[in-house]
């Protein structure tokens, strides 16, 4: 009964992340979050779980050494808000791994958790309708919107490119069911439906990088269901590949026919010469070579982004937050430490995949004569995702993303296990490995039940507040970054966001060195600076207020710190010329507005520009002029 409790809650708790958890941040991932460690304490309290399946110990172990890792690279990392994001995902892919290998390994609980990624599937392509509807920006979330544009449907993911990441993983294991796995006629015409309607919803997403990983995947899955029937059923082989060849270039016909619009008009908006993940990459590469071992920490590239900017990039591109590279991200947070053991981990996933395999086609068939087994069909689709998803992250960063990294753990955890059984097949011990897991199973899911409430209740108020400065209510937003910090004190975002509305909220009478309002604004940017001394953004708010109150020296100090984070960017130049305009020092803010006119990074449209700044400076100067003209 205890294991069924398990499980059950498993199911609930990947239903609400793969509903909430769609976007890098944590905000949505906590009632996912918090299920997950519910799941995970139960299993551990049980301890000895039923296994149907002997696991593969080297898997175990190549996962443990790698969680590990990551783990404490990102313990030890310069900003500890960021780390958060990597290590609660991480644990929560710990715990669907471990589950996924142990408790879930009975093929019933298997196809259970293909039943919740297909009512994921499901819900996804309805949320997708209502965008190709004209609601692009449609949130299933109240007060929330998706910031992806026009064109591209998103489902329940905040970009497009990641629901087609999750649609591709789902897409194989579903295929190897409908070819390999048992079930009647209608389930099989239901699944043919879903993996065609998956397909569909790929293209619809407009996503490039996951039609490159939708042909590896379809390689890797036809190559590995062909030499399953060579061996099984060679009668069949022929007709099979002829077919099967048909059958695809038909597909790739109507794929392309149904998208060939949107496809010439990203490519003209967007053309692969000209694409800026190139510059994005220089970026990674740069700040990769600063730590090549053991890499800048965890989600650094947040701010190695924007101080190794490539000059190639244009001028009006936004920041990229993440390298848009899966691989090259792992170098720059991680380095060659977390590339190597990401590596290793891969290789004994797919090593006891293609094991198994061949294992069913040498024994189990010879025993049974039938070729339709579960265990063998979600072997084969496992395989044919993984194939597809680390193409795909060649061009996109949907690991950094609750859904997509918790159904790859599955996928992994199929494979770690994929249902060796009889004399035949003498698993490798590793000692010390099952123990170790279950204490990592154990770590995982109190970090997942604390986590909500330590940090959840401090994102929740800290988004509440963003909320607030939309509906321009600027009373609910100071109540909300009060509650924000009193939740959660180590999140600098909250102490930064307070100080700006701190500085908002100023008027004519506390503009003074005495001011309690301007003190606490200079307190709170000056812990915010403390916690993460990586943003140019925060020195930059942090100089407006050492100005307001006097210490100018302060605010030259502050604005260079920021001039180093962002060294192309308009921004600081555009500070340290208002900062001289303030002074009335006119000769040098000219001279930093003129600079910030040759940066290689402009400020957003509708913020402030250098050219209004500059306008204005020569304004000021012709009134002075005019002023010292008069007897």
């Not at 996912?32 to 779980?49: K, Q, T």
């Not at 590596?343 to 070729?371: E, Y």
């Not at 193409?391 to 949907?398: G, L, Q, Y």
């Not at 701190?502 to 506390?510: G, I, K, M, S, V």
Request: one cysteine or more; hydrophobic letters at 55%; charged letters at 15%.
């Amino acid at each position: 009964m205890m294991q069924s409790a398990v499980l059950v809650i498993f199911l609930f708790a990947l239903l609400a992340a793969g509903v909430l958890g769609t976007e890098t941040r944590l905000l949505f991932f906590w009632p996912g979050a918090g299920l997950l460690g519910l799941a995970g304490l139960l299993a551990a309290l049980r301890w000895r779980l039923r296994i149907l399946f002997p696991p593969s110990d080297v898997c175990l172990g190549t996962v443990l050494l790698f969680a590990g890792y990551i783990a404490m690279r990102a313990l030890m990392s310069p900003v500890a808000v960021y780390a958060r994001e990597d290590l609660f995902m991480l644990a929560g892919c710990v715990v669907a791994y471990v589950l996924v290998v142990t408790a879930a390994s009975h093929p019933r609980w298997r196809l259970a958790l293909m039943g919740v990624l297909l009512v994921l599937v499901l819900g996804n392509l309805a949320v997708g309708y209502v965008h190709l509807s004209g609601h692009w920006e449609f949130h299933l979330v109240p007060d929330f919107f998706r910031r992806a544009g026009a064109g591209r449907i998103g489902g329940f993911f905040a970009n497009p490119n990641h629901l087609a990441a999750f649609l591709s993983l789902v897409m194989f294991l579903s295929a190897g069911w409908l070819c390999f796995g048992r079930g009647g006629a209608v389930l099989k015409l239901w699944l043919g439906f879903m993996v065609v309607a998956m397909a569909l919803g790929m293209a619809l997403t407009v996503s490039r990088g996951a039609l490159f990983g939708m042909v590896a995947g379809l390689l890797v899955f036809a190559l590995l269901a062909l030499g399953t029937v060579w061996q099984t059923q060679r009668h069949l082989f022929w007709s099979l590949l002829g077919g099967g060849l048909v059958a695809a270039l038909l597909a790739g016909a109507v794929l392309w026919k149904v998208n060939e619009e949107y496809l010439r008009g990203r490519m003209e908006r967007s053309p692969l010469a000209g694409d800026v993940r190139f510059g994005i990459w220089e970026a990674a590469l740069a700040q990769h070579a600063e730590s090549p071992l053991l890499g800048a920490g965890a989600r650094m590239f947040y701010h190695g982004s924007i101080r190794h900017r490539s000059p190639k990039l244009p001028v009006y591109a936004e920041e990229a937050l993440f390298a848009h590279n899966e691989y090259l991200q792992l170098l720059a947070d991680y380095g060659w430490a977390g590339a190597t053991l990401l590596v290793l981990m891969l290789l004994a996933h797919i090593a006891n995949g293609l094991r198994f395999i061949g294992w069913f086609v040498r024994h189990k068939f010879m025993q049974t004569g039938r070729v339709i087994s579960t265990n063998l069909a979600l072997c084969q689709g496992a395989l044919a995702a993984l194939a597809a998803t680390l193409v795909h992250a060649v061009f996109e960063f949907h690991f950094h993303v609750p859904a997509t990294l918790l159904t790859g753990a599955i996928v992994l955890g199929l494979l770690a296990n994929p249902g060796h059984e009889g004399a035949e097949h003498a698993p490798r011990r590793v000692p010390g490995v099952r123990l170790l897991t279950k204490l990592a199973l154990a770590l995982c899911s109190l970090a997942l039940l604390a986590g909500p409430w330590l940090y959840g209740r401090g994102d929740y108020a800290l988004a509440q507040s963003q909320i607030d400065q939309v509906k321009k209510d600027p009373a609910g937003r100071m109540r909300h970054l009060d509650q924000a910090i009193a939740a959660d004190a180590g999140n600098p975002e909250s102490y930064y966001q307070r100080g700006l509305a701190a500085l908002d909220r100023l008027t004519a009478n506390d503009r003074s060195p005495d001011s309690p309002i301007l003190k606490q604004a200079v307190a709170d940017l000056e812990r915010a600076v403390a916690l993460n001394p990586h943003s140019y953004l925060y020195p930059l708010a942090l100089a407006d207020a050492y100005d307001a109150v006097g210490r100018y020296d302060d605010a030259v100090k502050s604005i260079q710190r920021a001039l180093v984070l962002a060294p192309l960017h308009e921004e600081p130049r555009l500070a340290l010329g208002m900062h001289w305009h303030r002074l009335g020092d006119f000769e040098r803010a000219e001279m930093a507005y003129l600079w910030a006119k040759d940066s290689k990074a402009w400020n957003e449209d509708g913020t402030a520009r250098w050219t209004d700044n500059y306008r204005l400076l020569l304004e000021h100067a012709t009134l002075m002029r005019g002023e010292k003209k008069q007897p």
